[in-house]
């Protein structure tokens, strides 16, 4: 029981990572701090689409699902659990560099979404600044 708690753990850890890699940018509107976070792991995820490396996150929850009894899957946490829901048929090595053009794609609007907000965040702090100093 508590196997099969720890690997569905495991499960929504993962998915989690996923949402950050792609969408964790996002958080940098909120505390700049979350860039340093997060550029990490979009290389990761850029990485992990071209080159094909498994993340460690799926052995650990095939072992978990393993002693809880359950089969564990073969392939990678996309392979088993998105692939069905978001890719088509046939994933090739071709798809794969989409997904990794996409990923960086959507990162580098986010990241000049970002940039630009920041700027006007620091223009308009400047402005007010500058306007209650002369009172």
């Not at 290389?43 to 929850?61: I, S, Y």
């Not at 990678?76 to 997904?99: K, N, R, S, W």
């Amino acid at each position: 029981m508590l196997a099969q708690l720890i690997a569905d753990g495991v499960l929504l850890l993962h998915f989690a990572f996923i949402l950050f890699v792609i969408l964790g940018g996002l958080l940098a509107l909120w505390r700049r701090g979350w860039v340093w976070a997060h550029l990490p792991a979009l290389l990761w995820g850029v990485l992990v689409e071209l080159t094909g490396w498994p993340c460690p996150l799926t052995p650990l929850e095939n072992w978990f699902r393993r002693r809880a009894g359950q089969p564990g899957y073969g392939g990678g946490f996309i392979d088993h659990y998105l692939m069905p829901l978001v890719y088509p048929a046939g994933l090739t090595t071709g798809y794969q560099v989409l997904l990794a053009a996409l990923l960086l794609l959507v990162n580098a609007v986010i990241y000049a979404w970002v940039i630009h907000r920041w700027r006007v965040r620091r223009r308009e702090h400047q402005t007010f600044g500058q306007s209650s100093g002369r009172s």
